[in-house]
């Protein structure tokens, strides 16, 4: 008989490994080491950017954020090392398609269909440790959380590729602010869903929740 902990522990690190797994492969195939690496070298520059991906921003960003962003990205002077004193890109520059730009249009891509990956491993081990644990809410209210995840990683995406197809490489760029707005309300609900789905599961999956088959049961000596 598998002890208790040890299926709580496989119910937890499924999905995690899907999601490492082919998160890896998505970067990899995409390059984003590129766009990381202008981001960074922006940041060390004090540029006004943050080094952290738009999509891992817990709290959203800005219209003037999201261009500050793509700026660098379409700015080939930050590939590399940076000399002392590079002057940041003014909001009036012209972009260029970069590998670091070239890099993270395509890692969104392929992130659209990243969330059926990860959410249905995140289905499949809620689904399992709900039953395994006797049912102890609705089925609905376990599927909410992690469909609303994959939810607003599709939004978060498509609102951010929507801006890109405004915004052709060699040009200024022109932020629609509304569709920034619904990107960054998709990027903090994606966070928060996966905050809630993450402690749902680890809630379900708890060992002590997880019964031992009553014919397993050794019968106490009288």
């Known amino acids: 008989m598998v002890h ?83 002057p940041c890109p003014a909001a009036s520059a012209p972009t260029a398609r970069t590998p670091a730009w070239a890099a993270e ?35 609905a209210w376990v599927l909410a959380p992690p469909v609303a995840l994959m939810v607003a990683d599709w939004i978060e995406n498509s609102a951010q590729l929507q801006q890109l197809s405004r915004w052709s490489p060699g040009t200024v760029g022109a932020v629609q602010g509304p569709w920034v707005a619904i990107a960054s309300a998709a990027t903090t609900g994606k966070w928060i869903a996966t905050g809630v789905t993450v402690a749902l599961l680890l809630w379900l999956a708890w060992p002590r929740r997880i019964a031992v088959p009553a014919q397993n049961l050794v019968p106490a000596v009288e």
């Open 105 to 139: 249009e395509r890692f969104i891509w392929l992130d659209l269909g990243f969330p059926l990956v990860y959410g249905g491993a995140l289905i499949a081990s809620l689904l399992v440790a709900w039953r395994v644990a006797g049912r102890p809410l609705r089925r």
């Open 4 to 86: 208790p902990a040890w299926k709580a522990a496989s119910l937890v690190v499924f999905p995690l490994a899907a999601f490492l797994g082919v998160g890896t492969l998505i970067k990899g195939a995409s390059h984003r080491e590129l766009a990381t690496t202008a981001l960074r070298n922006a940041h060390a520059a004090r540029c006004p950017t943050s080094a952290a991906p738009l999509n891992m921003r817990l709290l959203g960003y800005t219209g003037p954020e999201f261009a500050d962003y793509w700026r660098v990205l379409g700015n080939p002077v930050f590939a590399d090392t940076l000399p002392p004193g590079t």
